[in-house]
């Protein structure tokens, strides 16, 4: 039993000792004064067992010494002289649950006490007759009252030793996985610099169009990156060392970097993507934008790995609370499925549906507790529901601030008409991909507030065309290829005809059929209902052109020759002006000698580091009365690196490898404080 159990067994056996005291007490006319005393102590013994508040000690000592009370006053009676060495075992082996040697001395000590008392024979009662039966009966108690307290004794000493022994264990244990995770924060750390010299060279392999070998390498570049990623994630959140990251992001971004990424991870092209995102989501939100990528990510990845037929539902949408929102991401795929024994293994560390060195599925089965820790990091928890073979649906809810509170999407104009939806019941093998479209079109309709209506077949759309009055027909790729000259001819009219589309589908010259690429999400879908048939570049605009930092004097500040060569590379591609330096003291006789806009400087690099450059730069830019913003730019991507740097002085980081948006926020961000004059990442 635990220290709880054993307190509160004790407590048990002192109120029954107590009843038993005040019976006999009565019963045997005792001091009648001493009756409200030992129901006091059942009180006081009752009051610190259900409140819990004093410390261990205390209520250990307290819990004693009313026991101790009890057996002394019980056996000074002489009519407990053959009672005594009962009790005294009986509350030996009581309080040597609490595991306290000096407990069993003083118990011990107190029998013997007691035997004294009975043996000098105090005045008062009759003489007790100490004859041959007597005394050997007293002998035989006392022989076993000792045999008890070596009992006691030796348990207690079992129990402190192997308690130590797994004291010791534990901390060889902690102190192994330290070590481990500390290699693999290392090891990860490490590797982050020549992935970004893969991921640089293979883009300016790809520049200058020497072959699909570039993309490959540019692929397994990326793919490494993200590992490394998801080991350093992993280490952070087994040690509860996450720091969050707070800033503005808008919410259609998320759905956006769904949609990108599904089209990377589903290289074979036999899943179905169906994105079921509530309108009434808030536009602009505030939280950890980074983390909630890597969480919708992980769990991307986690059911397209698992997922061989059917498809994948993507839902998004927020519950209004008293802080912001509560916003909750749902994953729902058609694989194969989890048990409970698999769905409570993940919240415990590393788990992997297949183990084999032979499995077909990738990833190094760190995902699913990342997405744990970060979103028990953010508040928020995570549930999962799950049959074998019968996919997965996993369910995150995450409170986050609202910045903005108008609905991320509506429609421009109040709409007339009605909208068909256009998709034959036999299509999909998996029934629930059909369901997840149903459910899908009927949510967007009803977040906008537009009459959506099925129809099957052609014959259906050709009835209720004309009888609803509709003004759009939406429909996949195959339903249109069946009748392609029935919808071409359809969109000639005044109904707008959208398909949604594998790239590579092309439409006949006269043919005014809106083509929308797969997969299908709301953007697209709103972006026609707004804009009809002028509606083109259905890729979500809400993230704004790629900016250019066009005259934009920069100088690059790293030891590794390779970095400074694609950082030189990428940094061009915006129209910077680049020159670069390979340390710290070149960079500060650089910035003597020129002027620069912004600085790039590296971390970790000999003789002088790019904390103390920087801080040396930054006081002779004072002195020379210049602006110059100093931006972090190093493979310590360590959750709280951020926050680090800007303490120590720098106006921005950006981790290795380069994310090219990372870059450009922080860029922009720089750029303003120098100009406004208020400097710093926000």
Not at 218 to 236: C, F, H, P, S, W
């Given at each position: 039993m635990n220290q709880s159990s054993n307190e509160k067994f004790i407590t048990f056996v002192l109120t029954l000792a107590s009843a038993g005291m005040i019976i006999e007490n009565i019963v045997m006319g005792w001091e009648f004064w001493m009756v409200p005393v030992v129901f006091a102590g059942v009180v006081l013994i009752w009051g610190i067992s259900l409140t819990d508040r004093l410390d261990e000690f205390v209520r250990s000592v307290v819990f004693f010494g009313i026991g101790a009370l009890l057996f002394f006053y019980h056996g000074i009676h002489k009519t407990s002289l053959f009672d005594v060495a009962l009790v005294t075992t009986l509350i030996l082996a009581t309080f040597s649950l609490l595991n306290k040697m000096y407990m069993m001395n003083i118990l011990l000590l107190e029998f013997f006490s007691i035997l004294f008392i009975h043996v000098i024979n105090l005045p008062g009662g009759d003489p007790i007759q100490y004859d041959s039966l007597t005394v050997l009966r007293?002998?035989?108690?006392?022989?076993?009252?000792?045999?008890?307290?070596?009992?006691?004794?030796?348990?207690?000493?079992?129990?402190?030793?192997?308690?130590?022994?797994?004291?010791?264990?534990?901390?060889?244990?902690?102190?192994?996985?330290?070590?481990?995770?500390?290699?693999?924060?290392?090891?990860?750390?490490?590797?982050?610099?020549?992935?970004?010299?893969?991921?640089?060279?293979?883009?300016?392999?790809?520049?200058?169009?020497?072959?699909?070998?570039?993309?490959?390498?540019?692929?397994?570049?990326?793919?490494?990156?993200?590992?490394?990623?998801?080991?350093?994630?992993?280490?952070?959140?087994?040690?509860?060392?996450?720091?969050?990251?707070?800033?503005?992001?808008?919410?259609?971004?998320?759905?956006?970097?769904?949609?990108?990424?599904?089209?990377?991870?589903?290289?074979?092209?036999?899943?179905?993507?169906?994105?079921?995102?509530?309108?009434?989501?808030?536009?602009?939100?505030?939280?950890?934008?980074?983390?909630?990528?890597?969480?919708?990510?992980?769990?991307?990845?986690?059911?397209?790995?698992?997922?061989?037929?059917?498809?994948?539902?993507?839902?998004?949408?927020?519950?209004?609370?008293?802080?912001?929102?509560?916003?909750?991401?749902?994953?729902?795929?058609?694989?194969?499925?989890?048990?409970?024994?698999?769905?409570?293994?993940?919240?415990?560390?590393?788990?992997?549906?297949?183990?084999?060195?032979?499995?077909?599925?990738?990833?190094?089965?760190?995902?699913?507790?990342?997405?744990?820790?970060?979103?028990?990091?953010?508040?928020?928890?995570?549930?999962?529901?799950?049959?074998?073979?019968?996919?997965?649906?996993?369910?995150?809810?995450?409170?986050?601030?609202?910045?903005?509170?108008?609905?991320?999407?509506?429609?421009?104009?109040?709409?007339?008409?009605?909208?068909?939806?256009?998709?034959?019941?036999?299509?999909?093998?998996?029934?629930?991909?059909?369901?997840?479209?149903?459910?899908?079109?009927?949510?967007l309709a009803a977040g906008v507030g537009v009459p959506l209506y099925a129809a099957e077949t052609v014959y259906e759309v050709e009835r209720l065309k004309d009888k609803l009055n509709a003004s759009f027909v939406f429909m996949g790729q195959e339903e249109y290829e069946e009748n392609r000259g029935y919808f071409d001819m359809l969109s000639k009219e005044d109904i707008i005809v959208a398909v949604s589309a594998d790239q590579g589908l092309k439409v006949s010259k006269d043919s005014r059929v809106v083509l929308m690429p797969k997969p299908l999400y709301a953007y697209p879908i709103l972006k026609v209902l707004n804009e009809e048939i002028d509606a083109k570049n259905m890729e979500n605009e809400d993230l704004g052109e790629r900016p250019v930092f066009e005259g934009v004097r920069a100088l690059v500040v790293d030891d590794e020759p390779m970095n400074l060569v694609v950082a030189t590379s990428l940094f061009r591609d915006y129209k910077m002006i680049i020159e670069t330096a390979g340390s710290g003291k070149e960079a500060i006789h650089k910035f003597h000698n020129n002027e620069y806009d912004l600085i790039f400087m590296d971390h970790m690099m000999p003789e002088m580091d790019g904390v103390e450059a920087m801080k040396q730069i930054k006081s002779m830019a004072e002195d020379l009365k210049r602006d110059i913003a100093v931006i972090a730019l190093t493979a310590n991507a360590v959750s709280g690196a951020r926050e680090m740097f800007i303490r120590e002085g720098f106006d921005g980081f950006i981790a290795k490898p380069i994310n090219t948006s990372d870059f450009e926020r922080v860029v922009q961000r720089v750029l303003h404080g120098v100009k406004t004059g208020k400097g710093g990442e926000v």
């Open positions: 007293l002998l035989l108690h006392i022989i076993i009252v000792l045999l008890v307290y070596y009992y006691c004794a030796k348990s207690i000493d079992d129990r402190l030793e192997e308690a130590k022994e797994k004291k010791i264990k534990n901390e060889r244990i902690e102190a192994n996985d330290a070590s481990m995770e500390d290699f693999l924060s290392n090891i990860s750390h490490e590797l982050r610099t020549p992935v970004n010299v893969v991921n640089g060279m293979s883009d300016l392999l790809i520049k200058k169009g020497v072959g699909h070998e570039a993309d490959a390498i540019k692929n397994a570049g990326v793919r490494l990156a993200y590992q490394i990623e998801d080991i350093q994630d992993y280490t952070e959140c087994r040690r509860n060392k996450v720091f969050l990251e707070e800033d503005n992001y808008m919410s259609i971004s998320l759905i956006n970097d769904v949609v990108t990424a599904f089209r990377v991870n589903d290289s074979k092209g036999n899943l179905e993507l169906v994105v079921d995102l509530d309108p009434k989501v808030p536009t602009m939100m505030r939280g950890d934008i980074k983390k909630l990528h890597k969480i919708f990510r992980h769990l991307l990845e986690n059911a397209i790995k698992f997922t061989k037929n059917g498809g994948i539902c993507v839902k998004m949408h927020a519950e209004d609370m008293d802080y912001g929102v509560n916003l909750i991401i749902e994953m729902m795929d058609t694989g194969i499925g989890m048990d409970k024994n698999a769905v409570s293994a993940i919240s415990e560390g590393m788990y992997q549906a297949n183990k084999k060195r032979n499995r077909s599925s990738g990833g190094i089965g760190l995902g699913l507790f990342i997405v744990y820790g970060f979103a028990h990091k953010m508040g928020g928890f995570v549930k999962i529901e799950g049959e074998k073979n019968r996919g997965t649906i996993i369910r995150v809810t995450i409170p986050q601030k609202v910045v903005d509170g108008k609905p991320c999407l509506m429609l421009k104009e109040r709409f007339k008409g009605a909208v068909l939806f256009h998709v034959k019941p036999d299509k999909y093998k998996v029934p629930q991909v059909r369901d997840f479209y149903r459910s899908m079109a009927a949510n």
